[in-house]
């Protein structure tokens, strides 16, 4: 199973995080997009899908 196999696997979705921890998890991922390899590929897609899920935090 490639990357995109498994991102896009089917599955039931459920809220596992509250708001407050989804945007926690984006700010973890953005350091390892700096790197290299598929942890930068994966954090990247990841941090593109949760933030099109997520609300933008209060400014």
Do not use: K, N, S
Request: glycine share 6%.
């Amino acid at each position: 199973m490639d990357l995109d196999d498994l991102l896009d696997a089917p599955g039931d979705r459920i809220p596992l995080l509250t708001l407050g921890e989804a945007h926690d998890v984006l700010h973890l991922l953005r350091p390892l997009v700096d790197g290299a390899g598929v942890e930068a590929v994966v954090a990247d897609e990841l941090i593109v899908r949760l933030a099109q899920r997520v609300p933008a935090p209060p400014a």
